[in-house]
């Protein structure tokens, strides 16, 4: 899910870190800057990214404004949220 949102790059620092879906929905700006992430457009892209997703858990509707031309998120709110995904 880090790729298909052009977060490459911080895909092994989450996996160092140990971030699972579930740490990923908890996370706020003033932890991502404590687990490394530096990047403004980085931590911008992450926080949509949680808020988009925590929505999908609770049930609420969140249009996606995602700024890829062939955007992943329909696919992505049609099926479960699993670990995996995160990566």
């Given at each position: 899910?880090l ?69 992943p998120?329909?696919?992505?709110l ?10």
């Amino acid at each position: 899910m880090l790729g298909k949102h052009g977060l490459y790059r911080l895909i092994q620092l989450f996996k160092e870190q140990e971030v699972d879906m579930d740490a990923l929905l908890t996370l706020t700006r003033d932890d991502l800057a404590e687990l490394g992430v530096a990047d403004p457009k980085d931590i911008a892209k992450l926080l949509k990214l949680i808020k988009m997703l925590s929505s999908v858990r609770s049930g609420t509707t969140v249009r996606c404004r995602c700024p890829l031309k062939v955007c992943p998120c329909p696919s992505v709110l049609l099926l479960p949220l699993r670990r995996r995904w995160l990566y």
